[in-house]
């Protein structure tokens, strides 16, 4: 199972389920109010399911973190759908390098920046 996972700033209501269209057959997402708790969805890639999840608020209030999973995806790396998702919505997009694993200190993580300024490796914060 693939899992993708990307942090979007000022999510506008929609604009994950335009991009998502453009990619995914038979998207199943309400994402008309990008306020709640959580948003699931599904699709179909290569006829297999996608499950997809929006976490509105994740990382202080104005990010919205999308995860998409399935046996396999149009993106093969945070990176590349972060980079999808910039070009799509042009709002700040962050991702993980893919190098922390669950447990480690996080003092100095990085993470990817895609906006206006280009692509950086960035402390969250």
Not at 54 to 77: D, H, I, M, Q
Request: glycine residues 6%; aromatic residues 8%; charged residues 30%.
């Amino acid at each position: 199972m693939q899992d993708l996972e990307i942090y979007i700033r000022d999510l506008k209501p929609l604009a994950a389920s335009q991009w998502l269209s453009s990619h995914l057959d038979q998207l199943e997402l309400d994402d008309q109010q990008v306020d709640a708790k959580a948003i699931k969805g599904r699709a179909l890639y290569e006829g297999v399911t996608v499950n997809i999840s929006l976490y509105p608020g994740a990382s202080g209030k104005r990010y919205t973190c999308l995860v998409l999973e399935g046996a396999s995806l149009p993106w093969n790396t945070d990176l590349e759908i972060a980079r999808s998702a910039w070009r799509s919505m042009d709002t700040e997009v962050r991702c993980s390098p893919g190098e922390w694993k669950e447990g480690e200190p996080v003092e100095d993580e990085k993470w990817w920046r895609l906006d206006d300024r280009g692509e950086q490796l960035v402390v969250w914060n």
